[in-house]
C-alpha cells in the first residue's frame, strides 16, 4: 500500500521535481518506508511505499529491464503471482513485488492486462518511447487517484490534498450530487477543477491533453448462472472463502480484522482467521454489539479487542479526521479512526474489513419497499391498474430516486434530474431488475464514499485495508445471480446469510438487524429529542470541519 502522484509538463518554468517531492510529502502516511521520484522527458512520477508483500527497498519508480517503461504504484494485486508466472518465460523479475508484476503483464498485455488482476491498485506508468501516461484505477474503486488539468500542466495523486498546491482551494458549487446525496458521486469532487478517477477507469496523457477510458464495468461482465438454489449457494460458498484467504497471502506481516457483530465481517473473521480481532462498545443499548462480537472470538479463539470511544475522543480527533478525509463525509467516521489507533499501537500494518457486500447482496432495509411493491405490481389483480401505478407511483427507478435523495429541499429541479437520470441508467443497465439496479446505484454511490473513508482512515495510520467481497469474481456473480436469492421471505441478503451458515454462529447468520459502526453523536451533543438522529447537524458540522481544514472559500 503506498501513495503516487505525477506532475506532467512541457513548459519548464515548473520545478516539477519539487512540485512532486511536495506532493509525496503530503501523503507520507500512505507510505512510511520509502519515498523517491524520478523525472522522464515533460514526465516526473514518484510514490511513496508502504511495504507489505516484499520489504526489501526498490528503485522509485521500478523500470524495465529495457529501461523504456517505469511504474508507480499503490495497491495490492493477489493475484499476481499467478499473472506472474504466465510471463516468466520471456521475462526476468528482479524482484518480488507486485508492482513490477503490474509493470510487465502492461507491457505484455497493454490494457487489457487490468483485466487480468485481481486486488485494489491505482497506478501510473510512462512509455519512454510514445512518451504517453497511461494511469489506472481498480475495479471497485478501493484505491482513489484524482488529477487536474491547468492551462500547461496535468497532475495526478492518490489523494486530492496533494493537488491543492496546484489548484486553489475553491468549493465546487456545481457538483449536484453533494446536494443530492450528501457526498460526491462519480468524477466530481468538492474541490472545484480536481477530479476523480472512477472505478474501472484508465487515463492516457499525451501531448498535454488526456482521455477517460472504461475497461471494466459490472454491466459489461454479467455471466449466465443457472436456477440453481443448491448449486448457487455451494459456488458462492467456494467463491467468498476463496476471495477471503486469497486477501490472507501476499503478507509479511500479521493482520487483524474490525468485527461490528453483523453477518460481513463475521464472515470474514471466522475465514480468515485474523492474528488481532477488534470491535468498538458504546455504553447504549441501540449501539451494543458487543455479546454478537464476543460469539465469533470464542469460535475462532481469538482474544477480542474492546475500543470504548468516548465523546472526548470525537472531539480529540475531529480536526485530524476531516483531514484526511479530503471532503466532509456525513458518516460517523470516527469510530472506525479509534479502531485504527489502537491497531497502530499494536504494530497491525493490515486489516480486513466487508465493504461491498450490502450493495451486492441487498443488505439495506430500504430495499424492501421497492421489492415490496413490486410483488403487489406483479400480482394477476394488479396488472389492469399498470397504466395508472406508472402515471401516479412512478416507475421503480424514479421511486428510488426520491427514497435515497438527501437534498434539503425535495423539489430540486436539478437534484431530481440528476438522481432520475444516473438511477435511470443504472435500471436500464439491470434490465429494470429492481433489487439490481438498487445495488448497482449504491455501488457506485454509497459504496464509493465508504471505501474512500476506508482507504483515507486506515492510511492515515498506515494501514492497508483489504476487502474481500470486492474481489472482482464475487462482484460479477453477485450482479449475475437471480435477484431473488438476494431479498427472500423478507430477508435481506438471503443467500450470503445462507452461505454464512456454514461458517459463523446462527444466531448471527439469523440476525434482521442491522447497525455497523455507528457511534452515538446525537445521544452525546443532544440534537434530537431521545438522541434521535440529526442528519444536518451533523452534516453542517463535518462541511464547516472540511472547510477549516483547507481554507476552502
Known amino acids: 500500500m503506498c501513495g503516487i502522484a505525477g506532475f506532467i509538463s512541457s513548459n519548464k518554468n515548473y520545478d516539477s521535481k519539487k512540485i512532486v517531492s511536495k506532493m509525496l510529502d503530503l501523503i507520507s502516511h500512505r507510505g512510511p518506508d520509502q519515498k523517491d521520484f524520478e523525472t522522464y522527458d515533460n514526465t516526473t512520477m514518484g510514490m511513496v511505499r508502504l511495504s507489505i508483500i516484499d520489504c526489501i527497498d526498490h528503485d522509485i519508480p521500478i523500470v524495465d529491464n529495457s529501461g523504456n517503461y517505469s511504474i508507480v504504484y499503490n495497491g495490492e494485486i493477489y493475484n499476481h503471482d499467478s499473472i506472474r508466472n504466465s510471463l516468466k518465460s520471456s521475462y526476468n523479475f528482479r524482484t518480488n513485488s507486485d508492482t513490477e508484476t503490474a509493470l510487465v503483464s502492461y507491457i505484455k498485455n497493454g490494457v487489457d492486462s487490468f483485466g487480468e488482476h485481481n486486488g485494489m491498485y491505482a497506478f501510473s506508468i ?9 494511469i489506472v484505477r481498480d475495479k471497485s474503486g478501493e484505491k482513489p487517484l484524482y488529477y487536474t488539468q491547468g492551462k500547461d500542466f496535468f497532475a495526478y495523486a492518490s489523494e486530492m490534498k496533494c493537488l491543492l498546491n496546484l489548484v486553489e482551494p475553491r468549493f465546487n458549487d456545481e457538483a449536484v450530487s453533494y446536494e443530492a446525496y450528501e457526498f460526491t458521486v462519480g468524477k466530481e469532487t468538492l474541490f472545484k477543477d480536481i477530479y476523480q478517477l472512477e472505478p474501472g477507469e484508465y487515463i492516457k496523457v499525451n501531448n498535454g491533453k488526456y482521455q477517460v477510458y472504461n475497461y471494466w464495468k459490472i454491466w459489461d461482465n454479467i455471466i449466465d448462472i443457472p436456477d440453481n438454489e443448491e448449486k448457487i449457494i455451494s459456488d ?43 470491535t468498538a462498545h458504546y455504553n447504549y443499548s441501540d449501539f451494543d454489539e458487543l455479546d454478537y462480537a464476543k460469539m465469533v472470538a470464542k469460535q475462532i479463539n481469538k482474544e477480542l479487542i474492546i475500543v470504548s470511544p468516548t465523546k472526548e475522543d470525537f472531539i480529540r480527533t475531529r480536526k485530524d479526521i476531516a483531514y484526511h478525509l479530503d471532503t466532509p463525509c456525513t458518516w460517523t467516521s470516527f469510530t472506525l479512526w479509534m479502531l485504527l489507533e489502537r491497531a497502530k499501537k499494536d504494530g497491525i500494518k493490515i486489516v480486513m474489513s466487508g465493504e461491498g457486500a450490502d450493495e451486492m447482496f441487498a443488505g439495506y432495509h430500504r430495499y424492501h419497499l421497492l421489492h415490496h ?28 430516486a426520491k427514497l435515497v435523495n ?10 431530481n434530474r440528476y438522481l432520475d437520470e444516473t438511477i435511470g441508467n443504472y435500471s436500464d443497465k439491470m434490465s429494470e431488475d429492481i433489487v439490481h439496479f438498487m445495488g448497482l446505484n449504491d455501488f457506485y454511490s454509497t459504496m464509493q464514499v465508504l471505501l474512500q473513508m476506508s482507504d483515507r482512515l486506515n492510511m492515515a495510520h498506515s494501514i492497508e485495508n483489504r476487502s474481500p467481497f470486492l474481489d472482482h469474481r464475487l462482484v460479477q456473480y453477485s450482479f449475475s445471480v437471480q435477484s431473488k436469492y438476494k431479498i427472500k421471505n423478507g430477508i435481506t441478503k438471503w443467500i450470503l446469510k445462507e452461505v454464512s451458515k456454514k461458517f459463523i454462529p446462527n444466531e448471527i447468520s439469523n440476525r434482521t438487524d442491522k447497525r455497523g459502526f455507528a457511534a ?34
Not at 381 to 394: D, E, P, T, W
Request: aromatic share 14%; net charge positive.
Open 520 to 553: 452515538p453523536i446525537n445521544k452525546w451533543y443532544e440534537w434530537d429529542e431521545n438522541g434521535k438522529y440529526n442528519r444536518s447537524a451533523y452534516k453542517n458540522m463535518v462541511f464547516e470541519d472540511w472547510k477549516k481544514s483547507f481554507g476552502v472559500k
Open 126 to 134: 510512462y512509455d519512454k518511447q510514445k512518451k504517453e501516461t497511461t
Open 373 to 400: 411493491d413490486e410483488q403487489i405490481h406483479k400480482l394477476e389483480a394488479m396488472k389492469q391498474y399498470s397504466y395508472l401505478i406508472g402515471k401516479y407511483h412512478g416507475s421503480a427507478s424514479s421511486r428510488y
Open 406 to 415: 438527501r437534498c434539503e429541499n425535495p423539489y430540486n429541479e436539478k437534484v
Open 236 to 278: 458462492l460458498s467456494e467463491l467468498v472463502e476463496d476471495s477471503i484467504l486469497l486477501r490472507t497471502k501476499n503478507t509479511a506481516h500479521q493482520y487483524a480484522a474490525f468485527i461490528s457483530g453483523g453477518v460481513d465481517s463475521s464472515l470474514i473473521a471466522c475465514i480468515a482467521k485474523p492474528d488481532y480481532l477488534y
